[in-house]
C-alpha cells in the first residue's frame, strides 16, 4: 500500500471515530433528558444512601440539605453518613505543620503551591485570604491558627446538622482508623446496617443501597427512578454521573471549571452510559458472547446502587476501589449493570492539581481492579485475560489518545496536508458539538446561572484545548508505576 492510500485510510478512521464519539454522546444524552417511564403508582422501594466523608466539612449543610429533599417518601429511606477516625488522626498531625501552612498561606499567590492541603476547608480558607490585606504578617498567623482549632470535623457537623432538624432520617456512624479509604468506610457501613438501622421498619424490604460521595447531588427524582430500575433485579444499578460547574459561595464558576468539566461530563455520557446501553442490548445475545463483545464500562461512584445479596456473586465489596473494580467484576461474570434513567451531578474541579489527582487515583483504581477480578467466583480466566485488555487499552485511550490522534494527523500532513486540514476541521467540529450537547444538559441542570454567554460560547469552542491536561494525572501514575516510584494517590481536597 502506498504512503499515500495509507495515510488517507488513517485520516478515514480518525474522522469516523470522532464521528461515532460525537453519535454516543448526543444519543446517551438523549436517552437521559427523555421523559422517564415510571412505574404506576406509589413507589414501595426502600433504599439506604451511603455517602462516605472525609474532611468535608464545607459541603456538610448543602449536601444533607439535598438528600433530605429527595422527591421520594421520606419513611421509605434513610441517609447514613459514614466518617472516619483518620480525619481525627490526620488532625493532630496537620497540627504539627500548622505554621508552615500558615506561611504558605501568607505566601500565597505570590510563591505558588496548593493551599488546600487538609489544614482547612475550602471556605475557611477563601475567608482568610479575603482578610488578608487587612492584617498584619502575624495578625493573619494569628488567624490561621484560630481557624484551624476552631474547625469542627465532619462528624461533628453531620451530628449537629441531624440534630438542627429532629430528623431521624440521617444517620452517623464512624469507622474505625483501620477501615482505610472510601472502600473500607463503606464496607464497615454495610456491616453495621443492621444496628444503625435496627428501628427503622423498612430494613428487612430493602434490598439496594446508593453509593454517593459527599460532594455528588443526583436529582430529586433519583430514587423514583432506581426504584423502576430495581425491577429488573440486577445486582449493580447505575445513573449516569456527570460533572457540573457547581460554584461554591466563596468562588465564581472558573474557566478550568468550564473547560476541564465539560470534557469530563462528555466523557461520563459516550464512555459510560452510551456504553451501559449498548450493554443491556447486547446482554439478548447468547451466553459467553456477551462477555466479548460488551464495551466493560466501569462502573462510578456517585449514583451507584449495589443489590445488597447480589454483592456475593459479585464476590463481595472490593479493599481497592469499590466503584471500578466492581464494574470490571461484573464485566468478566457477565453480570448485568442496570441504567436508570435519571442523572447525578457532581462538582467540576476547580484547578489542574484537584483534577490530576482524581485521575491518578482513578488510573490507579483501573490497574489495581484487575487482581480484584479474581474474586469473582463465575468468571473464567479467558474472562479476565479479556478485561485486562479493556482495561489497558481504555487507560491509554485515556492517557495518550489525543497526542496520538494528533501524531498522526502530523505525519499524514506530510503526504496529504490537504486531507489532513480537513480531517483536524471535522474532528475538532464534532469536538465542539460535543461541548454544546454538555452544555444543553448544564442548562437543563440549571448549572451555568451566573455565566456569562460570551463565557459560555468561548468555553464551548475551546473546550478541546482540554484535551492537552485532560489525561495528566493519569499519564504521571503509568510512568511512575513504570519506574516503580507510584505512590498512593491522596483525597483531593476541596
Request: with cysteine.
Amino acid at each position: 500500500m502506498s504512503a499515500t492510500a495509507l495515510s488517507a485510510a488513517v485520516l478515514v478512521a480518525l474522522t469516523v471515530a470522532s464521528l461515532s464519539r460525537t453519535v454516543r454522546t448526543r444519543a446517551a444524552a438523549a436517552w437521559l433528558t427523555r421523559t422517564p417511564r415510571r412505574g404506576a403508582g406509589t413507589p414501595v422501594e426502600p433504599f439506604v444512601l451511603l455517602l462516605p466523608a472525609f474532611r468535608e466539612q464545607t459541603l456538610v449543610r448543602r449536601t444533607l440539605a439535598h438528600f433530605r429533599d429527595l422527591d421520594y417518601p421520606s419513611e421509605l429511606y434513610r441517609v447514613v453518613v459514614i466518617t472516619s477516625e483518620r480525619e481525627r488522626d490526620d488532625r493532630e498531625r496537620l497540627r504539627g505543620t500548622l505554621a508552615d501552612y500558615a506561611e504558605r498561606l501568607w505566601n500565597a499567590g505570590h510563591t505558588g503551591g496548593p493551599v488546600l492541603t487538609g489544614h482547612l476547608a475550602g471556605d475557611a480558607v477563601a475567608e482568610l485570604l479575603d482578610r488578608r490585606p487587612h492584617l498584619t504578617r502575624e495578625e493573619f498567623l494569628t488567624a490561621v491558627r484560630t481557624a484551624f482549632e476552631q474547625q469542627p470535623t465532619t462528624g461533628a457537623l453531620v451530628a449537629e446538622a441531624a440534630r438542627g432538624t429532629g430528623a431521624s432520617a440521617v444517620h452517623l456512624v464512624e469507622a474505625p482508623r483501620d477501615r482505610l479509604g472510601k472502600a473500607g468506610q463503606l464496607q464497615y457501613a454495610l456491616d453495621e446496617l443492621d444496628r444503625v438501622l435496627a428501628d427503622w421498619p423498612e430494613l428487612d424490604r430493602c434490598s439496594y443501597v446508593m453509593i454517593n460521595d459527599f460532594d455528588a447531588r443526583p436529582v430529586r427524582g433519583a430514587l423514583s427512578a432506581a426504584a423502576v430500575a430495581a425491577g429488573a433485579g440486577a445486582p449493580i444499578l447505575q445513573q449516569a454521573a456527570l460533572a457540573a460547574p457547581m460554584s461554591a459561595a466563596h468562588r465564581e464558576v472558573g474557566w478550568f471549571a468550564l473547560l476541564d468539566g465539560q470534557l469530563h461530563a462528555r466523557w461520563g455520557l459516550r464512555a459510560e452510559l452510551a456504553a451501559l446501553l449498548l450493554d443491556r442490548r447486547l446482554a439478548r445475545l447468547p451466553a459467553g458472547l456477551d462477555v466479548v463483545l460488551r464495551s466493560s464500562v466501569h462502573t462510578v461512584g456517585n449514583g451507584l446502587f449495589l443489590h445488597r445479596r447480589g454483592l456475593v456473586e459479585l464476590g463481595g465489596l472490593p479493599e481497592v476501589v469499590d466503584d471500578l473494580a466492581l464494574g470490571w467484576r461484573a464485566a468478566a461474570a457477565g453480570l448485568p449493570c442496570e441504567p436508570v434513567d435519571s442523572v447525578v451531578w457532581y462538582d467540576a474541579y476547580h484547578s489542574r492539581e484537584q483534577a490530576s489527582a482524581s485521575r491518578r487515583f482513578i488510573c490507579r483504581g483501573h490497574l489495581d481492579a484487575f487482581a480484584e477480578l479474581r474474586k469473582t467466583p463465575t468468571a473464567t480466566s479467558f474472562s479476565r485475560g479479556l478485561q485486562l485488555l479493556k482495561i489497558h487499552t481504555r487507560l491509554a485511550h485515556w492517557a495518550v489518545g489525543p497526542f496520538a490522534r494528533s501524531g498522526a494527523l502530523a505525519l499524514c500532513a506530510l503526504v496529504l496536508p490537504w486531507w489532513t486540514a480537513v480531517a483536524v476541521v471535522v474532528s475538532y467540529a464534532l469536538l465542539v458539538v460535543d461541548m454544546t450537547v454538555v452544555h444543553r444538559l448544564w442548562r437543563w441542570g440549571g448549572f451555568l446561572t451566573g455565566v456569562p454567554r460570551s463565557k459560555r460560547l468561548a468555553a464551548i469552542v475551546l473546550g478541546p484545548v482540554a484535551l492537552l491536561w485532560f489525561g495528566a494525572g493519569a499519564r504521571a501514575h503509568l510512568l511512575a508505576r513504570a519506574l516503580g516510584r507510584a505512590a498512593a494517590p491522596k483525597k483531593t481536597e476541596r
